[in-house]
């Protein structure tokens, strides 16, 4: 049949209990609302187990609460994105972070591996999802991470970003008085970036991002969107351990 060669938008959504949310705890569940088909190949999203998620109260104004619909309300990747990776990748990797949360510290590690792995066939995009009411910091920081890009580009800006989750503690840990140390260890300008932070310029961009993630079904962090060359969206919803995002990127890349 012609339908069954169509290729189907699937979504594979984890949530997991012992994740921050103000005190509350998500039910396990799995959710695959469709599958893929490509090239006559049926695949089915298999049972995946992610190390946990930071979450945050739903958003009253949000009018699109279906992660499965509202994925496709992701900005599309820019000149204005950083990008750690091949900007050409076929399969692009949007994440949604917190410089403060645990869970966001952690899977910072594997979406690095994975990069390297996948060798110039995945391009990690960042974006910044500070969670006000669990990290009080994390928007601050952000700000910091975005004016390191401003000053020194994209390599600063991963380079900024990679020091804040090395010294961290997590959970509001990092002391603030050390932002500017960071930005003068990987070789800004003290004064310049300190001109920016304080200047609060970034403010309006963080919060850009912060609202993009809201609007794309987001409600903790890491919330990542998995892009394939043809569009076609799919989310890894927590902080997956390194097998378990490979395999919906290998899904991804399947996919023409």
Avoid at 81 to 107: H, R, T
Wanted: hydrophobic share 35%; net charge negative.
């Amino acid at each position: 049949m012609e339908e069954s060669k169509k290729v189907i938008k699937e979504t594979i959504e984890i949530e997991v209990s012992d994740s921050e949310s103000d005190g509350k705890k998500d039910a396990n569940f799995l959710s695959v609302p469709g599958a893929i088909i490509v090239a006559g190949l049926l695949i089915a999203g298999a049972v995946i187990y992610t190390a946990g998620k930071n979450s945050l109260p739903a958003n009253p104004d949000s009018k699109n609460s279906d992660t499965a619909s509202a994925i496709d309300n992701v900005k599309p990747v820019s000149k204005t994105d950083y990008i750690f990776g091949n900007p050409d990748a076929p399969v692009k990797l949007i994440e949604f972070s917190d410089s403060e949360c645990p869970f966001c510290k952690q899977f910072h590690k594997t979406m690095q591996q994975i990069v390297k792995d996948y060798n110039g066939q995945v391009a990690w995009v960042y974006r910044q999802f500070p969670l006000d009411s669990l990290h009080s910091k994390a928007r601050k920081e952000a700000e910091a991470i975005e004016c390191a890009g401003e000053l020194g580009g994209n390599d600063k800006f991963w380079s900024y970003l990679d020091k804040i989750f090395e010294v961290t503690p997590s959970n509001n840990g990092l002391d603030l008085s050390l932002l500017p140390e960071i930005a003068v260890q990987i070789g800004l300008d003290r004064n310049n970036f300190e001109n920016c932070l304080n200047s609060g310029r970034q403010a309006a961009n963080v919060e850009s991002q912060y609202q993009d993630a809201v609007n794309s079904g987001g409600s903790g962090t890491p919330y990542t969107i998995v892009v394939a060359k043809n569009g076609q969206k799919m989310v890894i919803n927590g902080a997956y351990p390194y097998q378990s995002a490979k395999q919906i990127i290998d899904v991804a890349l399947k996919i023409k």
